[in-house]
């Protein structure tokens, strides 16, 4: 029977020492904080990622080293599982108790008790594929990483500097190599061979489109951009920019997604460079979130955000299935957060069923594979389409019986090779709207007009303690602090159409409040009323009270 070499993970462990008096989490997006307090984590998950490609019986793990929209001197790790989905839920526990083990002899016997416990087959291989992002504690991190594949007895593999999304493809691309289920070429190239193909077909003979803008958030989106770009180009020309990877202290810095969903402005780089009507769209710092916008003619900023992704892409595939003779053989489904707008889950709701679950990408994953053909998208813009195996099967053997449903079912199944199915991926997501537009022959003008938000205002506020809220009903409800909620409720009743929500962030060290009203000064008070309440209510250093109310 295999063992650890205790002596070698000792020397290994010891050089990556974990700091004190810091206390990790595996949260909805792995580990993410300050870059340059976690090079004992990328070493312990190094270990881990092993660990779990050994009880897979020797199946591809991926590790992901990126804080995607965060500020650059942040940086995280999160592991991914087989079919590019994200960690089993219990793996989540035993990676933060890895983590939090205080000397490397902690470790090593948190490490032994685990192994025993999960019955891990030591002799069994482990592989792991694991990729970065442009950080600048990238390369160090990734190599403390090593250490824990070194120390494990795993073999690695190095995608590089590449975009989340792509290391999802990659994990389920090696994993299903060679069976029924294969996803694609395991390699960059055939990402976007898959992509670019599936694009082309879906858009042949359809009038080519003004260029579209992107901002590509000084991170790794640039370079992956640009290769699409060059292969898209005869049927969409893309204008790529804040393409600086390598600019000290650039990415996501005033630009990005999170940056258009937060300000609800334009990027300023890109005041000169966007003409009226015309599209543009941002990713985030490692392409997996994707925002739209456009100019209109009087010069006003219209954002599309991921509720109207929702909205176009769902709309797009009932109507298809629907033409395809397949109403009623495939179940669709929307799957949304307490993040989304009101006016689009009206709007949805009106066309197929929506459920709502708590924020984090693992919750609407898992809600949209119980739907034949599950959308979920977050406000945020991270989503996609999931296409579970029995309409995978239903499509590839359903017999048309006219032309129309033959053009309608060749769409769906092109679709189904358009859409990055591990993740939410921009890159996919962009090109799958794009098509969309294609198809209704829509502006960003049209599209906006599938419903009118309602005005909202999304308030960070640092707290003393973020871990006392707890909340229940998919996160719109707190039920810790106790009798917060009713304070909450009461002035929510003041305001028309009044909305709002308080929760914990699960990737950084504040508690957000949501809130939307019928008109838009009432829904930034609601906002800001709500966040002094919860700031007064919970303590904190008075420079960070929210300042539209003090």
Not at 46 to 63: E, F, M, N, P, Q
Not at 352 to 376: M, Q, R, S
Not at 465 to 490: H, M
Request: contains cysteine.
């Amino acid at each position: 029977m295999a063992t650890i070499d205790v002596e070698e993970v000792r020397r290994l462990s010891d050089l990556h020492p974990k700091p004190a008096l810091i206390r990790f989490q595996y949260g909805t997006a792995g580990f993410r904080t300050l870059g340059n307090t976690l090079d004992s984590v990328l070493f312990r998950v190094g270990i881990i990622a092993g660990l779990r490609s050994k009880k897979l019986d020797g199946k591809t793990i991926g590790v992901m080293v990126t804080a995607s929209h965060n500020p650059e001197p942040d940086n995280g790790v999160k592991l991914v599982d087989p079919r590019g989905e994200m960690l089993e839920s219990s793996w989540e526990t035993h990676a933060t108790t890895f983590s939090n083990a205080a000397t490397t002899e902690d470790f090593l016997f948190v490490l032994d008790a685990f192994v025993k416990t999960a019955k891990i087959d030591l002799s069994k291989p482990a592989r792991v594929v694991y990729a970065r992002d442009t950080r600048p504690s990238g390369p160090a991190l990734v190599s403390a990483f090593e250490d824990g594949l070194k120390a494990i007895g795993a073999e690695g593999r190095d995608a590089g500097v590449t975009t989340t999304p792509i290391l999802h493809y990659l994990v389920r691309s090696i994993n299903t190599k060679g069976t029924k289920d294969a996803y694609g070429e395991d390699s960059e190239q055939g990402y976007f061979a898959k992509l670019s193909e599936a694009f082309k077909k879906l858009v042949a003979g359809r009038a080519t489109p003004p260029p579209l803008v992107i901002d590509c958030a000084n991170g790794v989106g640039a370079p992956a951009a640009a290769k699409l770009s060059g292969l898209v180009k005869e049927n969409l020309l893309l204008v790529l920019e804040n393409t600086s990877t390598t600019t000290p202290g650039a990415l996501n810095n005033s630009c990005g997604a999170d940056y258009v969903k937060t300000a609800q402005k334009l990027p300023p780089s890109l005041a000169s460079k966007l003409n009226a009507g015309q599209r543009g769209c941002s990713l985030d710092g490692d392409a997996d979130r994707l925002m739209y916008f456009y100019i209109d003619e009087g010069g006003k900023f219209h954002m599309l955000d991921g509720d109207k992704i929702a909205a176009l892409v769902a709309a797009f595939i009932v109507e298809l299935v629907k033409t395809a003779g397949l109403e009623g053989q495939l179940n669709i489904g929307v799957v949304q957060t307490a993040y989304a707008n009101g006016a689009s889950t009206k709007y949805l709701a009106e066309r197929l069923p929506v459920k709502c679950v708590p924020t984090g990408v693992k919750h609407l994953h898992h809600a949209a594979e119980h739907y034949d053909i599950g959308v979920y998208f977050e406000a945020n813009g991270h989503g996609t389409v999931l296409f579970s195996p029995t309409s995978q099967d239903k499509l590839t053997t359903y017999e048309p019986s006219t032309p129309a449903q033959s053009t309608a079912l060749t769409h769906l199944i092109n679709l189904m090779q358009l859409i990055n199915q591990t993740v939410g991926d921009a890159l996919s997501d962009m090109l799958l709207v794009e098509v969309v537009l294609a198809h209704k022959s829509y502006s960003g003008v049209e599209w906006d007009s599938l419903y009118a938000d309602l005005p909202n205002r999304l308030v960070k506020v640092v707290v003393a303690d973020r871990t006392i809220f707890k909340t229940q009903d998919a996160e719109r409800q707190l039920v810790s602090p106790p009798g917060l909620q009713k304070k909450i409720d009461e002035i929510v009743q003041r305001y028309d159409g009044g909305r709002s929500f308080v929760r914990p962030s699960g990737t950084e060290d504040v508690v957000r409040v949501y809130a939307e009203s019928i008109f838009r000064p009432q829904a930034d008070e609601l906002a800001f009323r709500i966040a002094g309440l919860v700031y007064d209510e919970t303590g904190g250093d008075p420079a960070q009270r929210p300042k539209e109310f003090m």
